[in-house]
């Protein structure tokens, strides 16, 4: 029997990311700056490749995403000072409602689950743990790539063997992951939780609100 494949995105497909969001604006709170501006802020340096160039761990990179808040409000190592809390909420991010039995049905489908994750191991082991189910894990630290790069990708692929026939590409993130597949032809499932309107003429695949309705487009 040929071994099918579904890889994932972590963040924002199967976990929230949204306590590391409100911890941010938790830490703004009690500094005193605007918190909605300093979430925006720290969601758009984050998921910025420039900040990403030569490869930086994921928490360092979320240090000098604290950093950099600091400097856009003219403060002094106030954000900073909360790196650790920030990567705790990060490390303790549980997954959407439908995420766990759309797993194991994955699984009983007779699917591989290999999550691809602009992450750290000091971070991704807590994050799987939450998941509940075994998958093979791709960090940026392993490759030295972020996604969108298509490095990360293609080693990932050329490690499986992966074909249109066997595999498909899971994921909410737009810019990070469907434009990445649509260059080197993965078939593609976006989970377009925030329906999102996109932001070129590039389409998945599939799209879907939620994980379990990936299920109808499985065989």
């Known amino acids: 029997m040929t071994e099918k ?6 963040y924002g497909t199967l976990l929230n990311e949204e306590p590391t969001y409100a911890a941010i604006e938790t830490i703004a709170k009690k500094i005193g700056v605007d918190p ?12 910025s490749r420039d900040n990403m160039h030569p490869y930086l761990d994921y928490a360092i990179l979320t240090r000098n995403n604290l950093i950099h808040l600091d400097f856009q409000f003219g403060l002094t190592h106030q ?8 990567l705790i909420a990060h490390r303790s991010l549980k997954p959407f409602p439908e995420v766990i039995p759309t797993l194991k049905k994955f699984i009983e489908h007779g699917y591989k689950l290999i999550m691809m994750s602009n992450s750290s191991w000091d971070i991704i082991d807590a994050n799987v ?4 189910v075994p998958f093979d894990v791709w960090t940026a630290e392993d490759v030295h790539a972020y996604k969108p790069d298509l490095h990360f990708f293609n080693t990932v692929g050329e490690h499986y063997g992966f074909t249109p026939e066997n595999h498909w590409h899971i994921a909410e993130g737009y810019s990070s992951d469907i434009l990445a597949t649509d260059q080197i032809n993965w078939p593609s499932i976006w989970v377009n939780r925030p329906n999102e309107t996109p932001s070129t003429d590039v389409r998945p ?8 309705q990936a299920l109808q487009f499985l065989d």
């Open 129 to 132: 743990k939450a998941l509940e």
């Open 205 to 212: 695949t599939q799209m879907v609100a939620t994980l379990d």
């Open 79 to 86: 954000f900073e000072k909360y790196y650790v809390d920030v």
């Open 5 to 10: 494949y579904l890889t994932f995105d972590c």
């Open 36 to 47: 909605k501006l300093a979430r925006q802020r720290f969601i758009s340096y984050q998921d």
